[in-house]
T-cell receptor, first 117, second 114 residues
């Protein structure tokens, strides 16, 4: 079975601090994809990033960076110099298996990030 | 290009009432999904569709029905609402671009069942 664990229920930081959101996944499949979504207070889910199981290169996009480590089954998300606009719920999600119609996403419970000014 | 839209945004039902949630996408996506979001549980898949006229059960399908009569629309029905169905419902769609398929979500529908 597939599972995603986001152990941090809620994190509070002061603006300009760096913050890392943890994501640990479980799967026996060798082919899988990992995702991060952001849910701001307005409620919609915004796609942030997708990584496949064969590419362990870390990725940086502006103040966002992602660290994928298969050895620890983790796909952590770091925000550098956090801003109030980063306040949101962040979800990590997993999709397994070779491509077929309707591959299902398994979501973690989410981490609430509060950035205070 | 509106992306994925959901109607209504908020609804209050009494136990036993029925209602239909509408999801529409203008991206010509083949796949569509309905999720529910509950506190501390992330999103869970209710039903999904891999094409017009087809539907399949997800993780938590009981108490819900769906229909995909048109490619751009995916309807979620509650025949007899129960308080346990109080939740935020999200629709998503994706294009069959291969293993890297990414789902794009609508803004959500908040449902309260009294």
């Amino acid at each position: 079975a597939q599972k995603v664990t986001q152990a941090q229920t809620e994190i509070s930081v002061v603006e300009k601090e760096d913050v890392t959101l943890d994501c640990v996944y479980e799967t026996r499949d060798t082919t899988y994809y990992l995702f991060w979504y952001k849910q701001p207070p307005s409620g919609e889910l915004v796609f942030l990033i997708r990584r496949n199981s064969f590419d362990e290169q870390n990725e940086i996009s502006g103040r966002y960076s992602w660290n994928f480590q298969k050895s620890t089954s983790s796909f952590n998300f770091t925000i550098t110099a956090s801003q109030v606009v980063d306040s949101a719920v962040y979800f990590c999600a997993l999709k397994v298996g070779a491509w077929r119609g309707g591959n299902k996403l398994v979501f973690g419970a989410g981490t609430i990030l509060r950035v205070k000014s | 290009n509106a992306g994925v839209t959901q109607t209504p945004k908020f609804r209050v039902l009494k136990t036993g009432q029925s209602m239909t949630l509408l999801c529409a996408q203008d991206m010509n996506h083949e796949y569509m999904y309905w999720y529910r979001q509950d506190p501390g549980m992330g999103l869970r898949l209710i039903h999904y569709s891999v094409g017009e006229g087809t539907t399949a059960k997800g993780e938590v399908p009981d108490g819900y029905n769906v229909s995909r009569l048109k490619k751009q629309n995916f309807l979620l029905g509650l025949e007899s609402a129960a308080p346990s169905q109080t939740s935020v419902y999200f629709c998503a769609s994706s294009y069959p671009s291969g293993p890297a398929e990414t789902q794009y979500f609508g803004p959500g529908t908040r449902l309260l069942v009294l």
